[in-house]
């Protein structure tokens, strides 16, 4: 395929223009000894028509969650994307748009991240929310830099039952910056309270804490907001967006960061991204946010408008003195989300989660009445929660795969504690038939 | 078009509802049965109540108040606003690459790691490198990931005392913010006479204590950095490594490759140089590529092959590694549509991709600096950069230029950027615009040009035909309002 436009003759005037004979005399600059001689060794180039049958091939070689049964969740779910949203985001003029830098032709983009902005702090409970950044572990090392760079602490208090490859990407982030993180314990699937209190000192920037955690649990932040005495530390919650149409917001228990994964909010699985990372947080701790901010004004005719605002944050202005080096974000999927929030409404997005929460629970209930199955852990859980079984879960996913289903995580992967630990997530997309049938296929593993 | 939107929450009434749900008549339990009072939401979220047509209306006049490449030339300096084409939407599309989980067994994700592995082997090759990760999600991140790696290899090798990272005036904001990200110290070196590198500066900054020079080539002026092997001889003899910025890489496939200039790390902007969509700010993609020394440093899990079971699979077996930049393995949407357009060009494509960029860039500069300073003017890359000096004269400033070029339907060219260039107007027409459309725009700015002398306050208040006119950006950032609220 060939997307450039010149002709013969379009060059010949070019040239000419230019004052030129040949395309490679403006190369002529690159010295000699670095000029690349002869042809990259690529595979040739396509027709459209043979470009579509090649990836198509490719496609096919992976195993879809429509070809099987997922329960697979982990930080990347699979719930139901209304059609609306892929025609909306097919619109060109979004998504063939760059970084909305000229307000007067980017209204359309800045308006969207001004409302899911808004639709962010809605679900949080927080008082400001940013534009968006690339993930859930990237917005958590954010984060914990802001905390750092707001406290001045170099302490950070992470709870071991976040997504652990949140913690890794929070350690990537922090190793050359001289910022301690020290691992807080779980008992029975919860953060130890204890532990935490214990290790929470003047010195501590924030404490960082999953809710519900990676196990599924909903932790009790409303324990912890009583126990935990008045401290300078910062209190950043890791949120799934869906459950807090059922939960009590984060900002509820005081938190004062709020980030998370946007991907369930009406984007796919796509093997991992791009997902959107979402961050709010309390006022007073906006001038130290990264990333792109929107922010309502007025035009010279008193017209509302929207613009990027508080840009002197920014790498574009202060450089070495920002608070983040992120420029581009994940704007697309911010719309997808803000879309999908506006399809659910506020009705519909709770709806969501209580079929995740019911659905949840009937599988575990039922799984635990099963003969190699059991109860591990304490708490109420959302839409994921572990069991114990008494068969090796490597030997186990793999039966399982023969009846066409995509079992739970085996969390030995993360956890060398939790050996025949599975992590099971359910969404409002299973049905009744399709819990019984795992249900049936888990028994009759021998 | 009304100048006034209203947005979603003031469309918004209560009991409509756009969504629909399966019904759950085979679960007696309710919800607090399940989960204890205090945890639950007293309230329920702002969302807003609409009906699916309202939403349908209200993105749909919001993407009309927007301008994207499809709606015309996008000439926004440094960012490469080529054409995205549709195909590759449709194939990132396939459910084969959309309904898949990132933990699904690694025999159920052949295609996926296939196409990522040779993802992998194409950029080595555009580049010149000997290793990828396709971990980071942009540029920037990929910068952070870059110096990372280069941290993590001077640890290893003993030079952990190396404190600065050398930073050309005229680079992009990210890089001297991605060095203080990743602890280092920030030194400036300015550029010389001609645009480039000041080689005596080099010289005199570059010692025991540089752990990098980050460089874009071309640079931000869209001049290529002739003396780029002895600026590599230079840092590398003081013990540092050469990090390639490949936001400007539009202008060099098939031409040079930043491993053959002797950079240590490059990164690529797959949603520039390789036509995935800008998407209003994102999703991009960012991969890295290191000379072999560094390999082991890099992000996991790494993609292998298990040539002779013809399998590919996840490595997490790297102990000096640097870890994880984010959750999963990249922004696999992205890859998968850079992945069809470099499929879809092939090499020979791709060179002309980047000989076609320069010559649309020369052809426009040779225009259009009969109307405006051209403070370099000499041979350019994929960009370059004019000043609005003489227009300043009668009041107007670059700003103003970039607002009036809106209402001639252009997007305006990145503005004030670099810093070294005063009322800097940055453009990059990209290889896929027609000689039609580079001479309307060429006509539109010689326009003007003529009308910043005549009639400069027809410039100095533009735009006129936009949905909203400037926009009072100093009280949005004195009071800031990030949000709506119910009055």
Redesign the interface.
Known sequence: ??????TEE??R???M???IEK?D???????E????KG????????S?QE??N???Q?????????D?I?F?G???Y?HFI?S?I???I????????????????????L??I??Y???I???TGM???N??L?????ALAEAV?MACNFTGNKKILVSRTI?P??L??V???T????IEIIEVPWVKGNTDLEALIKNLDDKTAAYVIQYPNFFGI?E???TLQTRVEKNNALFIVVADPIS??????PGDFGADIVVG?GQSLGN?????????GFMAAKKKL?RKMPG??????????N?????L????R?????????T??????????A?AAA?Y????????????A??C???A??LYENICKLEHYHKVFDG?FFKEFVVKTDHDVEYL?KEL?KHRI?GG?NLERFYPELKNHLLVCVT?TK??QELDYFLARLEGIV | MKREKKLIFEISKPGRKSYSLPKLDWIQKDVSDLIPEKLLREKPPELPEVCEIDLVRHYTELSKRNHGVDSGFYPLGSCTMKYNPKVNENISRFKGFTKIHPYQWEETVQGALQLMYEMNDYLCEISGMDYITLQPAAGSHGELTGLMVIKAYLNHIGEGHRYKVLVPDSAHGTNPASAAMCGFEVKEIKSNARGCVDIDELKAQADENTAALMLTNPNTLGLFEEDILEISEIVHQAGGLLYYDGANANAIMGITRPGDMGFDVVHFNLHKTFSTPHGGGGPGAGPVGVKEKLEPFLPVPRIEKHSEKDFYYLDYNKPLSIGRVRVFYGNFGVITKAYAYIRAVGPEGLKKVSEYAVLNANYLMSQLKKYYFLPYDRCCKHEFVVSGKKQAKHGVRALDIAKRLIDYGYHPPTIYFPLIVQEALMIEPTETESLETLDEFINAMKQIAEEAEKTPEKVKNAPYTTVVGRLDEVTAARKPKTRWTRV
């Open positions: 395929m060939d997307f450039t436009p010149h379009d060059l005037k070019m040239k223009a230019i004052g395309i005399e403006l190369f002529s600059d690159i010295p000894e670095v000029k690349f042809k990259l060794n690529l595979p040739e180039g396509v459209e470009l579509v090649l990836l198509k490719l496609s096919q070689k992976n195993t879809t969650t429509e099987y997922n697979l982990a930080g990347a699979e209304p609306v892929d025609h909306v097919s619109r060109s003029e979004f998504y063939t748009s760059y970084t909305p830098y000229q307000p007067e032709i980017s209204q359309g983009m308006q969207a001004f409302e902005q808004t639709m702090c809605e679900l008082e400001v929310s534009a968006s690339y993930d859930g572990a990237s830099e997504h490859e949140y890794q990407v350690k990537t982030y190793q050359f910056r001289d909903v009790d932040l409303d807090l149409a059922l939960l009590k917001p994964e796919p699985l796509q093997f991992g991204g791009p997902y959107l906006i792109r901010i929107v922010g309502e004004t007025k035009d010279v005719n017209v509302r408008g929207y613009v605002t508080l840009q002197t920014e790498q574009h202005i202060r450089r070495e003195r920002a983040s080096n992120i420029c581009s974000n994940e704007a697309l999927c719309l879309v929030l506006t399809y659910m409404g506020k009705k519909g997005l709770r709806a969501v209580e079929q929460l019911l659905k629970n009937y109420p996913n795969q995509f995580l409002e049905t009744k």
